[in-house]
């Protein structure tokens, strides 16, 4: 944790998809560590370092709303585009979103707010030039700026995420005492379920990997990378 | 938890639940085979005489999940599967006969159960034809087929239940145990299913069931997964909660229709007496119509305690429910699980997972919103008796979709209504002018919880707070003017032609209502010189709670103050209404002597 940030996020919406209602979206309930992981990376990332996420802090009771968009139903296939990069040529390389509607619901979260608590440790690609101190300046810089490569989101890229740093050595930000609920688990630590850790974009066929989520008093620890209560 | 693994530790408390790979269907005819694969006896198995003739539900193997594509079951099919026989047009049949044949030759092969061999005899030497022989029934066609050996039968020993086949099934249906994932539900590493089992009885769907985890185009995969890979959840977890989702969306203890939500719900606590008060209980929140013999005196006494308020209910009662809540209130866990079809997709309206003393109070809240005077005539009106006033022409199938559900959601929750409700309202207020006590409740009950405002139950004559409670008072004062000068028979009332446009642009209508009630005023004056006065009198005491140095008609009011000036409308004009009671009996009083 010497190098440890912590990122205030908030915004309008949030949908953080469970991989088994990704069809008819369902979100988990709290952002999971690869979304937080991702909003890091918007406003920081270099090969040389690798970010993990510490902890969620959850400051908002999570609330759903459920609507209904008309997405689409198909990808374009990594493979046509391939071939049509070969021929040059970019026949039958379309994607007709009027005549490939799916209507599909989604259950989101409303007005979400969140803190997170992260470090990033410096990865086999980091030279001489990179150290942990250079880093650690560039992303409080730019965050304090609200500087982005691109805007971070809040689960999906249609529900932007709002961010501020929490100064080094100011108090983490606390649940509004309406909020300090059972829901966020005050009193009781609340069981939300398996959630999705990250994807192992390592390992032969990308496999999911999953922890017990946990909310004690407003904040869900995440594992550290390698730890025994990821499963896969 | 999350859903799927709250219902799939409901499934380990199913009282009578179906052993995993196995699953109840109708059976409706029962082939027995001698040793040789000769039939030696066909019984049809049905419940009911005559046109209620009905197959019989028995445990069978785990169908197979079926869309377009030939795949026969274990043991067990339809006609078309096992016997090639259909009485349909059957373009298929000879395939699918043919496929049924391959599987268990496939499956059964090198078995020496004496039962499993009969069934492979018997398949190689029938053909469709056989059918018409006379102990075959056309009434067996496209019914589903179960075997057993002569000798078993007289036991109600099937095929599928010789010890030999049970075995055989565990071996077959356990996957293949090659490439175990971590089962996103239980977190334990198990072989992972590829296609999850249908889910039927979700209101509106298709017939053959939907599901709530399918990946059926490839916009909805991610890093080329197939299928069940993208949520990786194993055989048995996929099995036990759509094991518990049908067990619960079949039995009426456990589901509601709340608009185009079917709602699933189960309680969950070591004390099971106390869970199955809370299950009783539920529904009675939100459908009170079956109140009646059915509900135990316990429930009763809950719910009385809940609507009212424990300063109302007498002593005894109080004190008898205090035992009662208390055993509610610690340690049942509750669930509400929202679904509506999309096509051959489930979707998740809501779901609510909490201690029921939580429930209870966010439902007592939910009453409290929506009380007002007078009421409708039936009290506690079900959910769906609301939920029809939002609907073109009062039909339950016009229920705007998803309104609902997200009514629901907040209800459960104890959140924020939302804001389509009152919208909807609003605009059927508008469009068929009709302002019911229903109505009226639903506006009270968004005024409160979404704008935080104070709303009087019945009729406030100081209340100030708002311009829209005055102006539908006012309102209903010139529609009474009028009905005292021209009596009920008015083919337009003012309410008719002027309701939308001076709930929503007062400044447009007023001024020309004030002009007109003058000359039905002059009228009352002579009809009934003394009601002339009082209506005169009510005007004026209205008029000065209105300021009317500040001018006192808005030129548009804010969906809130139309909300307000609804409720203003039906207070004042339910208090006219009772008023003219009261003097009929009166008058007929008087008569009498």
């Not at chain 1, 996420?53 to 709303?65: E, L, N, S, T």
């Not at chain 2, 619960?248 to 079917?262: E, N, P, T, V």
């Amino acid at each position: 944790m010497a190098y440890g940030i912590r990122l205030k996020v908030w915004g309008d919406y949030a949908c953080f998809t469970r991989p088994e209602m990704k069809v008819e979206r369902v979100s988990y309930d709290v952002m999971t560590p690869s979304a937080a992981r991702g909003i890091l990376e918007a406003v920081h990332w270099k090969p040389a370092i690798r970010w993990v996420v510490d902890a969620i802090h959850v400051m908002k009771k999570p609330q759903f709303q459920s609507v209904r968009r008309n997405e689409v139903g198909s990808k374009i296939p990594a493979g046509k585009v391939k071939s049509a990069m070969k021929r040059g040529d970019l026949e039958g390389l379309q994607l007709l979103v009027d005549e490939d509607r799916q209507q599909r619901a989604s259950t989101v979260l409303v007005k979400p707010r969140y803190v997170i608590a992260a470090h990033f440790e410096l990865t086999t690609k980091a030279d001489a030039d990179d150290s942990e101190g250079k880093h650690l300046d560039i992303f409080n810089r730019r965050a304090r700026r609200g500087q982005c490569f691109h805007q971070p989101c809040l689960g999906t890229r249609e529900f932007a995420a709002s961010f501020e740093l929490v100064e080094p050595g100011d108090p983490t930000p606390e649940p509004a005492p309406e909020d300090r609920t059972r829901d966020l688990g005050f009193e009781d630590a609340r069981r939300l379920g398996f959630m999705l850790w990250d994807i192992d974009h390592q390992a032969k066929g990308k496999p999911s990997m999953f922890f017990d989520a946990v909310l004690r008093d407003g904040v869900m620890q995440v594992p550290q990378p390698g730890s025994p209560e990821i499963r896969k | 938890m999350s859903i799927l693994a709250s219902l799939a530790r409901a499934y380990e408390r199913l009282p009578d639940a179906p052993p995993f790979g196995y699953s109840v269907q109708n059976i409706g005819v029962i082939v027995g085979l001698n040793e040789d694969g000769t039939v030696a006896s066909v019984t049809p198995w049905f419940d009911g005489e005559g046109k209620k003739r009905k197959p019989r539900p028995m445990l069978v193997p785990q169908p197979v999940k079926r869309t377009a594509g030939i795949a026969p079951n274990f043991l067990w099919d339809k006609t078309s599967y096992v016997l090639g026989v259909t009485s349909g047009e059957g373009k298929r049949t000879a395939d699918e006969h043919a496929a049924f044949k391959e599987r268990h030759e496939k499956e059964l092969a090198g078995t020496d159960d004496p039962g499993l061999k009969a069934l492979l005899l018997f398949l190689r030497r029938w053909t469709p034809d056989q059918f018409d022989a006379s102990q075959w029934s056309d009434d067996f066609k496209d019914q589903n087929v179960v075997f057993a050996l002569e000798t078993d039968r007289h036991n109600n020993l099937w095929l599928h239940n010789r010890d030999a086949a049970k075995a055989l099934w565990m071996r077959v249906s356990g996957g293949d145990g090659k490439n175990p994932q971590i089962c996103l539900v239980t977190g334990k590493s198990g072989p992972v299913a590829r296609v999850h089992p249908a889910i039927k009885g979700v209101w509106g769907g298709q017939s053959s069931g939907g599901s709530i985890v399918s990946f059926n185009l490839d916009a909805f995969t991610s890093y080329g997964h197939m299928q069940g890979d993208n949520a990786p959840v194993s055989e048995a977890a996929a099995f036990a909660y759509t094991t518990a989702l049908n067990t619960f969306l079949s039995d009426k203890k456990h589901r509601l229709q709340i608009g185009d939500a079917s709602t699933v719900f189960w309680a969950d606590a070591e004390d099971a007496e106390a869970a199955l008060l809370a299950e009783a209980a539920f529904p009675e929140f939100f459908d009170p119509a079956k109140e009646d013999a059915d509900t135990t005196k316990e429930v009763k006494i809950l719910l009385e305690r809940l609507r009212k308020g424990d300063q109302e209910l007498d002593k005894d009662l109080a004190l008898e429910a205090g035992e009662l809540v208390k055993k509610l209130e610690k340690g049942v866990r509750f669930y509400v699980l929202g679904l509506a079809p999309n096509a051959a997709r489930i979707s998740i309206r809501f779901y609510y997972e909490s201690d029921f003393g939580e429930l209870a109070r966010n439902y007592q809240r939910f009453v409290n919103d929506m009380r007002i005077e007078p009421p409708w005539r039936e009290p506690y009106a079900p959910l769906w008796r609301y939920l029809v006033e939002t609907a073109v022409l009062g039909k339950r199938e016009n229920v705007p979709p998803n309104l609902a559900g997200e009514w629901m959601r907040a209800i459960l929750n104890g959140a924020d209504y939302p804001l389509t409700l009152l919208s909807t309202v609003l605009s059927r207020i508008r469009a068929d002018g009709e302002i019911n006590a229903l109505r009226a409740s639903i506006l009270k009950a968004v005024l409160i919880r979404n704008y935080e405002r104070k709303v009087p139950v019945a009729l406030d004559p100081t209340m100030t707070d708002s311009k829209g409670y005055l102006l539908g008072r006012l309102f209903a004062v010139y529609e009474e003017i009028q009905r005292a000068a021209l009596g009920g028979n008015v083919n337009a009332t003012i309410k008719d032609k002027f309701y939308g446009s001076a709930s929503a642009t007062p400044r447009k209508v007023f001024g020309l209502l004030e002009s007109g009630s003058a000359n039905h005023l002059a009228k009352v004056r002579k009809l009934s010189p003394g009601r002339a006065v009082n209506l005169l009198k009510l005007q004026d005491q209205i008029m000065d709670l209105m300021e009317p140095s500040k001018g006192p008609y808005p030129a548009f009011f804010s969906a809130d103050e139309q909300a307000f000036f609804g409720l203003g409308y039906h207070h004042q004009h339910s208090d006219f209404f009772k008023s003219r009671k009261d003097n009929q009996t009166d008058a007929s009083g008087e008569t009498a002597q």
